[in-house]
């Protein structure tokens, strides 16, 4: 009897890498002297990054801080979902981030079928979140992760290859 092989793919996130790199973010605020005395404050919840300052230029060094320190702690920047900046009292700016963190059902379909196309004898099912991806073949689960690099550009997701047996 062969036996089946198999790796799960999941779109997600350190979220302590995230905490750390956002606790850097607000040590650099501090420090700048562009950004000193901007009341700039950048809030982490469960779901969404709140950034409120003065000034659409200081927000957008904000982000380009965010976006450097997420480079380097190694969180892909395709977690960030920007919403649109919306004006907030005192003359102040708002900028909420979204993360991304998941897989909803369109995407996991689309993906599942992009992968059993290319891949014959793979299959590919799905599991809440995540997509559980087999075959009998080690070489065909080695071409399906290579694959993901591709779907990832497609898809604008981080996706991550987990659980390989």
């Known amino acids: 009897m062969a036996e089946n092989f198999s790796f799960d793919?999941?779109?997600?996130?350190?979220?302590?890498?995230?905490?750390?790199?956002?606790?850097?973010?607000?040590?650099?605020?501090?420090?700048?002297?562009?950004?000193?005395?901007?009341?700039?404050?950048?809030?982490?919840?469960?779901e969404h990054i709140?950034?409120?300052?003065?000034?659409?230029?200081?927000?957008?060094?904000?982000i380009d801080i965010i976006r450097q320190k997420a480079v380097k702690r190694k969180l892909s920047l395709k977690i960030f979902d920007y919403d649109d900046i919306e004006a907030v009292s005192g003359n102040k700016v708002k900028q909420t981030i979204t993360l991304k963190k998941g897989l909803n059902q369109e995407i996991a379909k689309k993906i599942s079928k992009s992968i059993r196309d290319e891949?014959?004898?793979?299959?590919?099912?799905?599991?809440?979140?995540t997509l559980r991806v087999m075959s009998k073949s080690k070489n065909d689960l080695q071409l399906a992760i290579k694959l993901l690099e591709n779907l990832e550009e497609t898809y604008q997701i981080p996706l991550q290859a987990n659980n390989y047996r």
Request: proline share 0%; hydrophobic share 35%; charged share 30%.
């Open 9 to 46: 793919i999941v779109s997600d996130f350190d979220r302590q890498e995230l905490v750390n790199a956002l606790d850097q973010v607000k040590r650099e605020i501090s420090q700048r002297y562009d950004l000193k005395g901007t009341e700039t404050s950048v809030d982490l919840e469960k």
């Open 50 to 62: 709140f950034i409120i300052t003065n000034s659409e230029l200081t927000l957008n060094s904000v």
């Open 119 to 129: 891949i014959k004898k793979i299959n590919v099912s799905i599991n809440g979140e």
